[in-house]
């Protein structure tokens, strides 16, 4: 579908909620969420062709209905019919959308954050899901999963949008010295990457575990995971980990961050994570750094600059410390 199409089917469903990402397009209805791919490609992705985001809607579902079966409901066509546009039914299917169960706003864990309203005993119930579900999860073999060489082209993809990131907020150099901190690391600590894989450390995770994929409702509900990508989720434990540790830093909440891990790894008894926490918060700090340079891209505004600011000064804090 194309904006002109999307723009379209938000007058039509004018009671919808809208939500636009720089990957997706939502509509949220009073129990229902519908969530189309965007036509887009980076270097991280593909959903450029029809059949393509057809193929990750049902990855997604597949995928998420590991850790959230509940939300997840299917796939469905998105129909051009009498002259108008619908999710569902019959008619020419000019996309795909991912059906899910809404569950309360209010309860997402990234506002529940920012009221104060997540308890220590919140993160640690969050450390039991995963410390299980990385116990049931495939384990990865492929030595490209996960290498040194791999790690590092991921941190790296970052340089792409180093320009973007200058303009917005002048902290281009702050980027050049992560680089510099996390090269270092990366070239003086490599066997602990190969080694960390032969140990069976690396498996198929979730891969964006941080609090606006979670829900704390009536339970713990994760969702929203990677499913454009093997190489962002067939990765080391640690980094997922490092991903919601680093989330919690971000909102201020560091006692809640060292809860979170300090459970993980009793749940695990994956001690040697720590040893790349710091390397692996500094690499997801990066992510979300990207991604807000990329939204800034498309359309510049004050939101994105100020998370480009929050994510990238997160980043030299972590990259001081390897």
């Known amino acids: 579908m194309d904006e002109k199409e999307i723009s379209g089917l938000k007058r039509q469903m004018s009671d919808a909620d809208f939500i636009e990402t720089h990957i997706s397009w939502l509509f949220l209805t009073a129990d229902t969420v519908y969530k189309i791919k965007r036509p887009v490609k980076f270097t991280f992705l593909d959903f450029s062709a029809l059949g393509k985001r057809r193929f990750f809607c049902e990855e997604e579902v597949r995928l998420n209905r590991r850790l959230a079966p509940e939300i997840y409901l299917g796939v469905v066509p998105v129909v051009k019919r009498g002259g108008g546009i619908f999710f569902e039914g019959e008619g020419e299917a000019l996309d795909y959308a991912v059906k899910m169960k809404r569950l309360p706003e209010e309860k997402k864990m990234d506002r529940l954050l920012e009221k104060n309203e997540v308890s220590v005993a919140d993160v640690e119930g969050i450390a039991r899901i995963i410390a299980d579900f990385h116990s049931r999860i495939d384990t990865i073999h492929d030595v490209r999963y996960s290498s040194p060489e791999i790690v590092k082209r991921q941190v790296d993809d970052l340089a792409l949008h180093r320009d973007t990131i200058e303009k917005a907020c002048g902290m ?71 991903f919601m540790a680093m989330d919690l830093d971000a909102f201020g909440k560091e006692k809640l961050a060292k809860a979170f891990v300090k459970k993980y790894v009793e749940l695990s008894g994956d001690e040697e994570l720590l040893f790349l926490l710091d390397y692996y918060k500094c690499y997801r700090a990066n992510v979300r750094a990207k991604i807000a340079a990329i939204e800034y891209s498309q359309k510049p505004n004050e939101d994105s600059k100020k998370k480009i600011v929050k994510y990238c000064s997160l980043m030299e804090g972590y990259a001081k410390k390897l």
């Not at 510099?180 to 891969?207: L, P, S």
């Not at 409702?217 to 980094?239: G, N, Q």
Request: proline share 0%; aromatic share 16%; hydrophobic share 40%.
């Open 172 to 242: 281009g150099a702050l980027v050049d010295f992560s680089f510099e901190r996390t090269d270092a690391f990366m070239a003086e600590h490599r066997d602990w990457f190969a080694e960390r894989q032969k140990k069976g450390r690396i498996k198929d995770c979730h891969g964006d575990l941080h609090s606006a994929n979670i829900f704390l409702a009536d339970k713990t509900y994760i969702f929203d995971c990677i499913e454009f990508s093997e190489e962002f989720r067939f990765i080391d434990t640690s980094s997922e980990i490092a």
